[in-house]
């Protein structure tokens, strides 16, 4: 039925709430700027201390952060191509292909999968992955 259709059409692309806006990272900048500690520049944007530094340092450090390369930079980041954890580990997409043959479902292996490699979180992997797999 969905190869009839086209498959699965991939959502718009849009940014996570989670995720630091540009006007935030614009009151990072100003916060370097004044000389401000990053529990100030937290406090004023509402996120954690450890948000703050690590958004610096990952683009820079104080000296050199410009929040909107920051921000181009964590678009670009995002939108790269992500392998699924099954194309990258062929133990892993072997298991699942086999329960799939003799009928399991997707929320069956991956509970399985849980309970065989408790330990193993390379072995690990959600069932809406495993659905995804199937229609790629």
């Not at 193993?120 to 659905?131: A, G, L, P, R």
Request: with cysteine; aromatic share 6%.
């Amino acid at each position: 039925m969905l190869a009839i259709h086209g498959g699965i059409v991939p959502s718009k692309r849009s940014r996570s709430a989670r995720v630091l806006s540009n006007a935030e990272r614009e009151e990072i900048s100003r916060g370097l700027s004044g000389g401000q500690p990053f529990s100030r520049m937290a406090e004023t944007i509402g996120r954690s201390t450890s948000t703050v530094s690590r958004e610096v340092h990952r683009n820079g450090g104080k000296d050199v952060y410009r929040a909107n390369q920051a921000d181009q930079r964590a678009w670009f980041q995002s939108k790269k191509p992500k392998k699924c954890s099954l194309a990258l580990n062929e133990t892993l997409r072997l298991a699942a292909a086999e329960k799939l043959r003799i009928d399991w479902s997707p929320e069956q292996v991956a509970g399985w999968l849980e309970r065989q490699f408790p330990d193993k979180q390379s072995m690990h992997v959600s069932h809406e992955t495993i659905y995804r797999s199937l229609f790629i």
